[in-house]
């Protein structure tokens, strides 16, 4: 693929709002992950979850980002998004105190994505139809339940009217938003999109991954540590950065993408080396770099056992022992449709001094200069990005 | 830019499972609308919608199969299965990394989160059955397409709401001419569901009855269900293993209203936009268009914008204009596949399929509707057009094979 130049990012997560936070945050992955873990949740009442484990976007006030009108019947999700959207373009230099300044509206869009989109807004009008009258849902709140509604609202807000996708692939998604936005971008369907996604937690994903047997919360075993957050990269071609004079953050210079089905058909869960291999390759092939140029992973190792060591195995396939592979779900947790666009934004802060990790396998790296970012679905499905440092 | 065909094509609809009936049933202005049976409507103020009738999981795959998918995914891998027998793909042909898997929805497979969310609400979380949460999701439906087809390439869910369906086949072509994959399986898929009809009832954007596009007294649109697939080939591709082209997959437009979460732009900017990317990025003029598929809904609010819109578009120019959301409800998600599948069957017949229900065209749809009965006439270039909640709007070019002008490239 032609480079996609990375000009600016914007990022709400659990161990800081803004870039610059974030950056800041990931110089010490210890004292992050404290921050992110480190309180009680506030979005999970104990009376219905008990005891819970969970990074939250802690003391979030999108009013103070985007002022106290018009929010009232945005959900959390939408709200994370569009603060995340709103710093990203700021950070791009594509907007300045709300208004366009180096693009017009009509060539700019957003490719993000979501595994679950908003639960807490479904389970809102659930409880009004189920215990009192379905006549009482609340209209204002209903487009909330449909999957693409905040990214909606996102191009609303921001006046983006260029293509507006959403993607919905599950732990992968937004790492195959960068094909959307690649695609449009070479169909000059746009000259700039907010490449990424969100995730935000909720009683119902909370009691659904507890049910699963897949939370790590009583300490006594491996398992996912619920996290969530919004993070978005201004994206665009190389050429349209520099016409416009934005500086590069980092390049993101080749995807892949694979699935794998079970061999044992009665499952539906499973994890697949196979697939992490062939979306490496791929995403290799597609950047036109050999695997010895690439100095570190950002893995999505978020603690299932079975899916980590499919990941670590695929990516040993493709890099052998000597590549150093960092699993940041570990500072700010899992944040399912929302991860690649966390870890793009991780390897973004690498790439700009923060400390590769925290590193699983393999030692730090003396020089980074590209970095593979990959996603493992539940359902064999895998994707991954190859990101370079801008020369 | 390189060609990309359509092979194969399959359907499950509110007027018929299978192109046959599908095809059929629209040229004799069937209507799907009929009282819900799928949940209980009493408490709300309309009660009919387009259900898929008599649809059985079991007569489209295995038992295994069918014990793994909900009702969503279950109509996707039928339509799926028609598409690819009608296409002749071998599983050899299919079952490779080269084939992709690109679906459209609006949310997948919502009665199980339902059912999820009910069990939870009445019962407490231990009452929530384990099995069903691993069957929600709305990325399940290419993985389960991936999984009863072999393929191994790349899966992909697309929810644009209405548009969803034009979203997933213009990507699924994208990645072809990209050479991102040689075949793709693609369209998108809906079901009907408690909550998606109780919250379009408190918007009161559904109609009692019938559904009246272009009507003056329309009075809203009604609910469908169903899907849409095609298999879609590279012309390398379907040229090597001997395949018959059905309809080639022209440009397509995509724009963002960014104006309201539920209304489409006054003026019709976004929309206009689309359906001039879809023309030009085909290489076409408006001259070159026999037939626009609308979006139709028989809403107040979208009808006479897209009436103008497509005015704007072929000025004098009378272009004949179906709705056959006039039969089929809205599909949501899954209405612009369904669609497709029908201007693919257009171009195939060049028969234009009739908006039912049009008793008093509106003034404000100045429009060459065609009305009442199917209508014989030119069909080589075919517009679908879907302008989506959310303000997304996407409209695909269809054309008969060997009619889009070679654009360059492999």
Not at chain 1, 29 to 54: C, I, M, N, Y
Not at chain 1, 329 to 341: D, L
Not at chain 2, 195 to 212: D, I, K, V
Request: charged share 20%; with cysteine.
């Amino acid at each position: 693929m032609e480079p996609i130049a990375i000009t600016g990012l914007g990022v709400a997560s659990p161990i800081g709002i803004g870039y610059p936070a974030w950056r800041e945050a990931l110089r010490d992955h210890t004292a992050a992950q404290r921050r992110a873990f480190g309180r009680v949740s506030t979005v999970l009442d104990p009376e219905k979850v008990g005891h819970a484990k969970a990074a939250e976007v802690w003391d979030f006030d999108a009013s103070a980002f985007l002022g106290a009108k018009g929010l009232r019947n945005f959900d959390r999700l939408t709200k994370h998004m569009i603060v995340a959207a709103k710093l990203a373009l700021e950070h791009g230099g594509v907007k300045k105190d709300g208004e366009f300044i180096s693009l017009d509206p009509g060539r700019a869009g957003i490719c993000s994505s979501t595994a679950y989109g908003s639960l807490d807004a479904i389970t809102e009008l659930n409880l009004v139809a189920e215990l009192e009258d379905p006549r009482y849902i609340n209209p204002a709140r209903f487009p909330n339940t449909v999957v693409n509604a905040a990214a909606g609202y996102v191009s609303i807000w921001e006046n983006l009217r260029a293509p507006n996708v959403t993607i919905v692939d599950g732990n992968c998604g937004a790492l195959d938003a960068v094909l959307s936005c690649e695609t449009h971008l070479a169909h000059r369907r746009a000259d700039l999109f907010l490449v990424g996604g969100a995730e935000v937690l909720s009683e119902a994903l909370y009691l659904a991954f507890r049910k699963l047997g897949a939370l790590a919360d009583d300490g006594t075993r491996g398992g996912l540590c619920l996290g969530e957050g919004a993070a978005y990269l201004c994206a665009e071609r190389l050429d349209h950065a520099a016409g416009r004079g934005a500086p590069v953050l980092a390049l993101v210079a080749g995807y892949g993408t694979a699935f794998e089905p079970p061999s044992n058909r009665a499952i539906l869960v499973h994890a697949s080396p196979q697939s992490v291999r062939r979306a490496i390759e791929e995403a290799l092939l597609d950047a036109g770099v050999s695997a010895s140029d690439v100095d570190a992973v950002c893995s999505s190792v978020g603690g299932l056992d079975e899916m980590d060591s499919a990941e670590l195995s695929g990516i040993g396939q493709v890099l052998g022992d000597r590549v150093p592979v960092a699993a940041p779900k570990r500072i700010y947790g899992e944040c399912f449709g929302a991860w690649g666009a966390m870890g793009m934004a991780s390897a973004v802060a690498w790439f700009d001094g923060a400390p590769v990790g925290p590193i699983v396998k393999g030692e730090p790296p003396r020089e980074l200069r590209t970095v593979v970012v990959t996603a493992v679905g539940f359902y064999g499905n895998v994707s991954a990005v190859v990101m370079r440092k801008s020369s | 830019m390189g060609r990309v065909f359509v092979t194969g094509i399959g359907v499950v609809s509110p007027v018929g499972i299978g192109c046959r009936e599908f095809g059929q049933a629209l040229l004799d202005g069937t209507t799907g609308a009929a009282e819900v049976t799928l949940f209980d409507t009493a408490g709300l103020d309309r009660h009919v919608a387009c259900e898929v009738k008599g649809f059985r999981a079991r007569d489209h795959m295995s038992a295994l199969e069918a014990r793994h998918v909900g009702r969503c995914s279950a109509m996707a891998i039928a339509a799926t299965r028609m598409a690819v027998e009608q296409s002749r793909l071998t599983s050899e042909q299919l079952a490779h990394d080269r084939s992709a898997v690109i679906v459209g929805t609006t949310m997948g497979e919502a009665n199980i989160l339902g059912e999820l969310e009910s069990a939870w609400i009445h019962e407490g979380a231990e009452a929530v059955g384990l099995s069903k949460i691993a069957r929600y999701g709305t990325t399940l439906i290419p993985i389960h397409i991936a999984r009863s087809f072999g393929t191994r390439g790349m899966v992909q869910t697309l929810p644009a709401a209405c548009a969803a369906g034009n979203y997933a086949i213009g990507f699924a072509a994208d990645q072809l001419r990209a050479g991102r994959a040689d075949v793709a399986i693609t369209g998108a898929s809906e079901i009907l569901e408690k909550l998606e009809f109780a919250g379009f009832a408190r918007l009161s954007a559904m109609a009692p009855e019938r559904c009246q596009p272009f009507d003056r007294d329309r009075r809203g649109l009604l609910l469908g269900e169903g899907a849409g697939m095609m298999v879609l080939e590279t012309e390398a591709h379907m040229v090597r293993r001997g395949g018959v082209p059905l309809a080639e997959v022209g440009g397509y437009g995509l724009a963002c209203d960014a104006h309201h979460i539920t209304r489409p732009h006054p003026e019709g900017e976004g929309s206009a936009h689309a359906m001039r990317q879809a023309i030009l990025t085909s290489g076409l003029t408006p001259d070159d268009v026999d037939f626009v598929n609308a979006h139709g809904t028989g809403t107040h609010a979208n009808d006479p914008i897209e009436s103008r819109v497509i005015n704007q578009i072929f000025g004098s120019r009378r272009v004949p204009v179906t709705s056959i959301k006039s039969m089929v409800g809205h599909c949501m998600g899954a209405s612009s596949a369904v669609e497709a599948v029908s201007c693919v069957l257009t171009i195939g017949s060049g028969t234009y399929p009739p908006t039912i229900n049009l008793d008093n065209q509106d003034p404000e749809c100045d429009l060459n509707i065609v009305t009442g009965v199917a209508r014989a006439g030119r069909a080589r270039v075919v517009l679908n057009n879907a302008l989506a909640f959310g303000g997304y709007d996407a409209v695909l070019t269809l054309a008969q094979p060997g009619v889009l002008p070679d654009q360059g490239g492999s």
